[in-house]
């Protein structure tokens, strides 16, 4: 039967209610720890056939296909090939792979043990950002669960397969959440991008083979293995199949997790999340990080997959939705955002280390109320200079924001050539303790 | 100061782990960090030494990174997202009243060496905002009295439970777990919180559920 549209379908955040669901303990009593074994009956090439027709795309924010990721690394080249995990969640707006290893870790290393057995890789790592020790320590604990148990280490449950998982704890670098980025780093170096070619598939960590994937997405594969191609592909659409932790956030009345089939709509998941905060409306939302282009109330009815949103001019990115009301200076908002992209512009390339400089100190003027019209023009010109002549991903998503808000929110620009932002908009009113008594 | 045998001990357990030991350097940065509250001279030094770097190849990477102090931070170091999915919802109007309160900026520590703050980028919790940390440690959907209350108590030397996580530690103890030292509190906390939950409780509500597969 096919799954009602609007529907929610817990299945990576299924057993979260219950209070020890990051142990070993629970991650079994809900059928865990099956699937890999099944892999290991199948074969490397099956799975990675399975991947492949599941039709999973990247949970990271830029949507490969998985499955095809895989088949890049080469096999029987006599190299050692590295599976790493990036578990740098910095995206503003995402929220969604630090819950899913608070609360459910052993997904994430069922999927590890499998991922690497198919890309025939005997050493995994977990690059997860520093700022967060308590979840180093579940999924440090996990690790650890899994050893004791035989799933992890050497010729694992006598199949001759060899597997060791590292954590890594970054230090502060959101530029780290670039794959070649995070390969430096996790080398021991300054966190910067690589040229690519080469890309990872061929000369990755140690500059071995090596498969960079989301948190997300690895978490995906037990469920892919043990449930069928079949059953994945009854969520979703041809195109973006399958289940995603949704993690809605902004002025709602219910933020959190919300894991539905890829389609459901903003609308759906905003009703779900209880509505905007009573007594106001959308004013804008981005679908999936600071890094994708913001829409509007009137794209509120688009089905959250990479092709439709896309076609209505954003795109999916992580999935996070967040959502901003009317009392929301729009000003105020892109000028933070291009103050988190010069903060962590690793200054490795020109177009990306000074125009992150320039469209910042430009913003800012706005929001003190002295832009004026031809900053405007000069903002939308350092911004093609930018997009798509910078070393990697950060400088095209610095260049995002602002075109995206002179969009539709122009007048507001206008607006503060005269108007200092604080002014037209109240950051009181914006603050969720807003006339609340305290 | 002088590192004792102990932490190059420790040094060397986290070299162990890499297939190349230049892999270690992030973790033994946040070991040296978790001795002397900072990185020092002599803790670029010690990594150099058990990799085999110079300190200047140490230095290049302990400067690129935000979460390595190159000064001695409070022993509660505490963050305020000012990233606007927080900033807008409250972090802007907490990091004032935090600064006013304690008579310090970004970066600056309280003359009793307890606090120092950090305007923080995104903290992946963007559904808890507003976010603050407490040597990283989730204090979660803050408000401008919560947070006084908070640095207050961590000031005055009072219990402060972090919402997703345990009891508030030392800056220098936290830096221990982080280069990969167990410290027994996998435990601590809850497992999800109410946020975290939002979407489970719904689907229940409304009798949704994932499909079985055939």
Same mark, same amino acid.
């Given at each position: ?7 929610? $379908? ?21 059928? %865990? ?124 449950? %006598? ?17 780290? %959440? ?12 300054? @966190? ?95 679908? @999936? ?57 690793? %200054? ?23 832009? $004026? ?66 | 100061?002088? *590192? ?39 803790? +670029? ?18 400067? *690129?990174? =935000? ?17 606007? &999915?927080? &900033? ?15 008579? +310090? ?7 009793? &060496? ?5 305007? +923080? ?16 440690? *989730?204090?979660?959907?803050? =408000? ?32 221990? =777990?982080?280069?990969? *030292? ?24 409304? &009798? ?7």
């Amino acid at each position: 039967m096919a799954i009602a549209q609007g529907s929610l $379908t817990p299945v990576l955040s299924a057993h979260w209610d219950e209070a020890d669901s990051y142990t070993i303990g629970a991650y079994m009593r809900h059928g %865990g720890y099956t699937a890999f074994k099944k892999a290991f009956q199948q074969g490397p090439d099956q799975i990675i056939t399975t991947v492949k027709d599941s039709g999973l795309r990247g949970r990271g924010g830029a949507g490969f296909p998985t499955g095809l990721k895989w088949s890049f690394v080469p096999q029987g080249d006599g190299k050692p090939h590295y599976l790493v995990v990036n578990a740098d969640e910095s995206e503003p707006g995402a929220c969604k792979d630090i819950p899913l290893m608070l609360a459910n870790p052993h997904a994430l290393i069922e999927g590890i043990i499998i991922a690497s057995f198919a890309m025939r890789a005997n050493h995994a790592f977990i690059y997860l950002r520093g700022e967060v020790p308590h979840v180093f320590r579940r999924v440090n604990n996990a690790i650890r669960e899994a050893y004791q148990a035989g799933y992890l280490g050497k010729n694992i449950m %006598g199949s001759g397969f060899d597997l060791e998982v590292v954590l890594h704890a970054g230090a502060g670098a959101y530029i780290c %959440g670039e794959e070649t980025a995070l390969l430096d780093s996790l080398e021991g170096r300054r @966190g910067q991008p690589r040229l690519k070619p080469p890309f990872p598939a061929v000369a990755g960590l140690y500059a071995s083979p090596s498969c960079v994937n989301n948190v997300e997405t690895i978490a995906n594969i037990p469920y892919i293995v043990n449930n069928g191609v079949d059953w994945f592909r009854s969520f979703g659409t041809e195109k973006s199949p399958g289940f995603k932790l949704f993690a809605v956030s902004g002025h709602v009345n219910r933020p959190g997790i919300y894991e539905a089939p890829l389609g459901i709509t903003m609308r759906e998941l905003l009703e779900h999340a209880g509505g905007v905060r009573n007594g106001h409306k959308v004013k804008f939302w981005l679908p @999936g990080g600071s890094s994708v282009p913001m829409l509007t109330p009137e794209h509120l009815d688009t089905p959250m997959t990479y092709e439709a949103i896309s076609e209505a001019g954003s795109m999916l990115g992580t999935g996070t939705p967040m959502v901003f009301d009317e009392t929301t200076s729009v000003v105020r908002a892109v000028t933070g955002w291009l103050a988190f992209y010069k903060h962590e512009s690793c %200054g490795k390339c020109t177009p990306c280390r000074e125009g992150t400089y320039w469209i910042s100190d430009v913003l800012h003027r706005f929001e003190e109320g002295h832009g $004026t019209e031809d900053d405007i023009d000069k903002l939308v010109e350092i911004c093609q200079q930018i997009s798509g002549r910078s070393f990697c991903a950060l400088g095209d998503a610095a260049s995002t924001p602002f075109p995206a808000a002179l969009k539709y929110f122009r007048d507001e620009f206008l607006q503060a050539t005269r108007t200092p932002a604080n002014e037209t908009y109240s950051p009181e009113k914006a603050t969720v303790f807003a006339g609340v008594a305290r | 100061m002088t *590192f004792t045998e102990e932490t190059r001990v420790k040094a060397r357990e986290i070299i162990a782990r890499y297939p190349m030991s230049r892999s270690a350097l992030l973790p033994m940065l946040h070991l040296v960090q978790s001795e002397e509250g900072f990185v020092s001279a002599d803790g +670029i030094a010690l990594c150099a030494e058990e990799l085999g770097l110079t300190t200047a190849e140490v230095a290049a990477v302990a400067t *690129f990174y =935000t979460m390595y102090h190159r000064k001695p931070v409070g022993e509660y170091h505490i963050g305020v997202c000012i990233n606007p &999915g927080c &900033g807008i919802l409250g972090g802007d109007a907490i990091w004032s009243t935090l600064c006013n309160r304690l008579g +310090i900026g970004n970066d600056e520590v309280t003359e009793d &060496g307890k606090i120092s703050l950090e305007r +923080i980028e995104c903290q992946a919790a963007c559904t808890h905002a507003p976010v603050m940390t407490a040597n990283w440690e *989730f204090l979660d959907n803050m =408000t401008p009295e919560s947070a006084v209350d908070v640095v207050e108590k961590l000031k005055s030397g009072q219990e402060v439970m972090s919402t997703r996580g345990p009891r508030i530690r030392s800056f220098k103890e936290n830096e221990a =777990t982080l280069a990969g *030292f167990d410290d027994g509190l996998v435990d601590a906390g809850v497992n999800a919180d109410e946020s975290m939950l939002a979407g489970l409780k719904r689907a229940k509500e409304l &009798g949704m559920s994932a499909p079985e597969a055939k």
